[in-house]
């Protein structure tokens, strides 16, 4: 399930604003992942970290707001597609957020989609897997379609590293 580490300058947003898009990032990184944005149990472990910098732009303070989102996956839950949804997305929600207070907001966000590697996904005084997260959220189904992703991964990066190599992908 996402974290998000949302870095939104003091005051960028009214308050009202804010907590909409906050809602509305924890909704579509949730969809993108292929869970139910509606589900409780999901909800529940998504969690959102503000934080409040000051930014500078070639060392001066910069002239409209710039914002930051770090969105964090258990491994096997990116791939090309998924990052590009979720950062054009991401970008639009702000824009709408802002409600054209400053021009080009597509200029002034960033947004880093990272997948933290399986087996260094720490809660609870626990390493949680993304099939242990997965089943917790959608049961035995869910445990089933993560060792899938892991298991396709795997394979995806084995073939890159044996064709790196010029050798060839067994069948």
């Known amino acids: 399930m996402p974290m998000l580490d949302a870095y939104i ?15 509305e990032l924890t909704d579509l990184l949730l969809r993108h992942e292929g ?12 969690w959102v970290f503000v934080h409040r910098p000051e930014v500078y732009v070639a060392g001066a303070a910069a002239d409209a707001p710039r914002y930051r989102f770090i969105c964090q996956v258990p491994e ?9 949804a979720v950062t054009a997305e991401m970008t639009e929600a702000l824009a709408r957020a802002e409600d054209g207070r400053w021009p080009n907001p597509q200029e002034r966000v960033w947004v880093f989609t990272s997948e933290i590697p399986d087996g260094t996904w720490g809660a609870q005084g626990s390493i949680f897997r993304l099939p242990d997260i997965a089943g917790y959220v959608a049961g035995d189904a869910g445990r089933q379609y993560a060792e899938r992703q892991l ?12 064709a790196a190599r010029g050798e060839q992908v067994p069948a």
């Open 151 to 162: 298991a396709a991964r795997r394979r995806e990066t084995a073939e890159a590293l044996l």
């Open 76 to 84: 096997g839950q990116y791939n090309d597609e998924r990052r590009a």
């Open 9 to 23: 300058p003091q005051g960028a947003l009214s308050p009202e604003s804010e907590r909409a898009l906050l809602g």
């Open 35 to 46: 869970a139910d944005p509606a589900d409780e149990r999901t909800r529940s472990i998504a």
